[in-house]
């Protein structure tokens, strides 16, 4: 199988990721009609509606910004999909049964399939990784949170006022244990490639 063409649409990805308040206003004038639209005649309200696509905007802002997503079909198809399928997953939990998803074949190809897809595996495993960090100390959040952002373990020693050699330690110590709990988490099995 060969490499998927990046869509000219993934500069609403790109615009995403820079927070780019045109193209935000571009997606919401575009394709939330069409969402809420959906949600509305299934068992939904607007407001409920707006919380679907407020939630998949932030997993796009997110798989964005962790540059995991290249868009290889229309943002649209991709988009509705999966504002679709968590609408749906809503609902699931409200009536406490099955819900089946018929999905027009005509209107969403593969790649948008295959697309949503990775956004939920990506989501899965950015909530296991939430969970078990939220369960370090505050120490070891604080040290990993500026790790993630100063990319110089000498600036993240001073800010925290400690040694060069306590902050490499710890955050190794701190990994070791991030790394522990996400592994013997019992969804890391399933999430795992």
């Given at each position: 199988?060969?490499?998927?063409?990046?869509?000219?649409?993934?500069?609403?990805?790109?615009?995403?990721?820079?927070?780019?308040?045109?193209?935000?206003?571009?997606?919401?004038?575009?394709?939330?009609?069409?969402?809420?639209?959906?949600?509305?005649?299934?068992?939904?309200?607007?407001?409920?509606?707006?919380?679907?696509?407020?939630?998949?905007?932030?997993?796009?802002?997110?798989?964005?910004k962790?540059?995991?997503?290249?868009?290889?079909?229309?943002?649209?198809?991709?988009?509705?999909?999966?504002?679709?399928?968590?609408?749906?997953?809503?609902?699931?939990?409200?009536?406490?049964?099955?819900?089946?998803?018929?999905?027009?074949?005509?209107?969403?190809n593969?790649?948008?399939?295959?697309?949503?897809?990775?956004?939920?595996?990506?989501?899965e495993?950015?909530?296991?990784?939430?969970?078990?960090?939220?369960?370090?100390?505050?120490?070891?959040?604080?040290?990993?949170?500026?790790?993630?952002?100063?990319?110089?373990?000498?600036?993240?020693?001073?800010?925290?006022?400690?040694?060069?050699?306590?902050?490499r330690?710890?955050?190794?110590?701190?990994?070791?244990?991030?790394?522990?709990?996400?592994?013997?988490?019992?969804?890391?099995?399933s999430?795992?490639?």
């Amino acid at each position: 199988m060969g490499q998927s063409k990046i869509h000219p649409d993934q500069m609403y990805i790109e615009g995403l990721a820079a927070n780019d308040s045109a193209v935000i206003q571009s997606i919401y004038k575009k394709f939330v009609p069409k969402v809420v639209s959906y949600v509305m005649d299934n068992s939904g309200d607007k407001d409920r509606a707006q919380d679907v696509v407020q939630e998949i905007l932030i997993l796009l802002f997110n798989q964005a910004k962790a540059n995991k997503l290249e868009l290889t079909c229309p943002f649209d198809a991709y988009f509705f999909l999966l504002c679709k399928r968590k609408w749906l997953n809503e609902l699931k939990k409200i009536s406490n049964k099955g819900v089946t998803i018929n999905e027009d074949a005509a209107s969403i190809n593969e790649s948008a399939h295959e697309l949503a897809d990775q956004t939920e595996e990506f989501e899965e495993k950015q909530q296991l990784f939430d969970a078990m960090f939220h369960k370090l100390g505050d120490k070891c959040q604080e040290l990993l949170k500026l790790s993630f952002t100063i990319k110089s373990m000498e600036e993240v020693a001073e800010k925290l006022n400690v040694t060069y050699g306590y902050v490499r330690k710890k955050k190794s110590l701190c990994i070791g244990q991030l790394t522990e709990w996400i592994q013997e988490n019992k969804n890391f099995k399933s999430l795992k490639k």
